[in-house]
């Protein structure tokens, strides 16, 4: 028995994923879907969380794997909140903490970070040195998310700066996933 390809979504965060961007290179190299935003620099979060909504209502909720990258993890939480649609998984990489003193402003309504269980199975990926995010927040909202936590060391905010290119431990944990 032949078994469905898993749909990914590719969720970048504030300010979108440029093209040296893991998750763009993952995007045309296989050929993954990438949730547009209207607006990638002053976004509101309700309007994020209708992307999502109506990107996975395409598809068979139940084979989508969401890849989000910084403030799509918490869209993501935000959108599990409301939306409470069983997926197959979602790759949390580099969750942003849009609660620090740290984060950008311009953003509308992704404050507080859901500390909710995710009602499907999730990683949530950190590095020891995130601008956005300290290695115990990241690990708290993993805890709170229920999800499987990983430690990549010093990756910087695991993004196109931190020179990972398709970065192929992050493809590893996808295919735990599916």
């Not at 935003?37 to 969401?66: M, R």
């Not at 649609?85 to 740290?102: H, Q, R, W, Y």
């Not at 992050?170 to 599916?178: D, I, N, S, T, V």
Request: glycine residues 8%; contains cysteine.
């Amino acid at each position: 028995m032949q078994t469905q390809q898993p749909t990914i979504l590719i969720l970048p965060g504030l300010g979108n994923s440029g093209p040296e961007h893991w998750q763009s290179i993952w995007e045309q190299k296989f050929n993954f879907t990438r949730v547009q935003q209207a607006d990638w620099e002053t976004p509101v979060c309700a309007d994020w969380i209708e992307n999502i909504n109506n990107e996975v209502q395409k598809h068979y909720a139940a084979n989508v794997i969401l890849v989000g990258h910084s403030l799509a993890c918490t869209t993501i939480a935000y959108w599990a909140q409301k939306f409470n649609v069983k997926i197959k998984g979602a790759l949390l990489v580099a969750p942003s903490d849009t609660e620090a003193d740290t984060y950008p402003p311009g953003t509308t309504g992704f404050s507080p970070v859901p500390l909710i269980k995710l009602p499907f199975r999730s990683i949530v990926v950190a590095s020891t040195n995130d601008y956005y995010v300290t290695l115990e927040r990241a690990r708290h909202f993993a805890d709170s998310w229920g999800s499987e936590w990983v430690n990549i060391g010093d990756a910087g905010h695991i993004n196109s700066s931190s020179g990972l290119g398709e970065w192929h431990q992050g493809l590893e944990l996808l295919k735990k996933l599916e």
